[in-house]
């Protein structure tokens, strides 16, 4: 049974903040993934990465980066918060480019 | 570029009626499609894939490429069938276009 993790549900973070949300996946998936998921946008993918090290830019990665130095774990970075950046987001993890495996999601509010 | 529509934000039926959620796509090449669906409090899965052509939980899904288009039926509706769905569609560099959703109430 696949298992992304999260490293948190909820988080609240101050504007200007740096933020890390860790994402980690035990089925040694090559493909890792994070969305943001906003009421009446649907999800939105910011970043993929399809190796260790590797990374491409989503749909919408402007102040965002990631980090995978080890296959099992994506990182996300906000770099310095900011409120419209207050979003669920998802983690997924694929082995093909087929069924991707979400995480339970992080709601991140920024005040 | 590719693009998924959902036209219904929120669809609402009633226990043992039909249902078809409405998926629209843009590519201009040959699509993969899939239906995703989050139930409340549960995290994000895949329903059905329209390549395997199977049935998953009474639900069906046909690619007409005619139409462009990949509708989620089911004939008799559930209450457990109420939640967020989600059309998406991989193209050729291999990302999911998710559309923006649609959310179904099955009233008792």
């Known amino acids: 049974d696949v298992k992304v993790t999260q490293s948190s549900r909820y988080l609240v973070k101050r504007t200007g903040e740096k933020v890390f949300l860790e994402c980690v996946q035990d089925m040694d998936h090559e493909n890792m993934f994070w969305y943001r998921q906003d009421p009446g946008l649907g999800l939105r993918l910011i970043y993929f990465s399809y190796d260790v090290k590797m990374k491409e830019k989503g749909d919408i990665p402007e102040g965002y980066s990631v980090s995978r130095e080890k296959k099992e774990r994506f990182s996300l970075i906000l770099e310095s918060a900011s409120t419209n950046q207050t979003s669920m987001y998802l983690c997924?993890?694929?082995?093909?480019?087929?069924?991707?495996?979400f995480g339970p999601g992080t709601r991140l509010t920024v005040t | 570029a590719q693009r998924v529509t959902q036209p219904e934000k929120l669809l609402s039926v009633f226990k043992g009626a039909p249902v078809e959620l409405k998926c629209n796509y843009s590519?201009?090449?040959?699509?993969?499609l899939f239906w995703y669906v989050q139930y409340s409090r549960q995290r994000l899965q895949l329903l059905l894939r329209?390549?395997s052509r199977e049935s998953i939980k009474g639900f069906t899904a046909d690619l007409n490429k005619g139409e462009t288009s990949f509708h989620l039926k089911k004939p008799f509706a559930q209450e457990e069938d109420s939640a967020m769905y989600y059309c998406a569609l991989k193209g050729s560099n291999y990302k999911l276009t998710f559309g923006k959703g649609t959310l179904l109430t099955v009233n008792p």
């Open positions: 590519y201009s090449g040959s699509p993969e």
């Open positions: 997924a993890s694929s082995l093909t480019w087929d069924e991707q495996y």
């Open positions: 329209h390549i």
